[in-house]
């Protein structure tokens, strides 16, 4: 086989694996991709939590979908925005009626994202969501 005839094979094997890979990353699965490369999970109805997994008084941040879910009161739901405004970090936890972020130990009030302690000077941003029957979804 000549020089000229295995470079057209490599290149030809080459470009079949690449577009194999490329196929792969397609993925088809409805999920769209945030710039920050996150899921949004289907977006509008993607199922976040149930009821029973956000306790009164408490919350849950919900992880590739950047939102936290609290209960402030029994049977009142909010969400908020899981990006800290003060550094663009994750929020972590709620504990003590606070939602935190991890990164500065700033507090965000769970029921309706306002500041409780900084750094961050601005409120988590709300994000709409809907709850029927048990389970909590963006609305």
């Known amino acids: 086989m000549s020089a000229v005839a295995r470079r057209t094979v490599v290149s030809a094997a080459g470009g079949a694996g690449l577009a194999a890979a490329l196929a792969a990353c397609g993925g088809g699965t409805g999920e769209r991709r945030e710039p920050d490369g996150k899921t949004d999970g289907g977006g509008e109805g993607a199922v976040l939590a149930t009821t029973g997994e956000v ?10 979908h950047g ?6 009161k029994p049977g009142e739901f909010k969400a908020f925005s899981s990006t800290c405004p003060h550094a663009g970090c994750t929020v972590g936890r709620v504990e003590a009626g606070a939602i935190v972020c991890p990164c500065h130990q700033s507090r965000f009030d769970l029921s309706d994202g306002s500041v409780t302690s900084g750094p961050a000077k601005e409120p988590l941003p709300p994000m709409p969501i809907q709850v029927l029957g048990e389970e909590i979804s963006f609305g």
Do not use: R
């Open 55 to 64: 306790p009164v008084g408490g919350g849950k941040v919900v992880a590739g």
């Open 67 to 72: 939102v936290v879910i609290t209960q402030p």
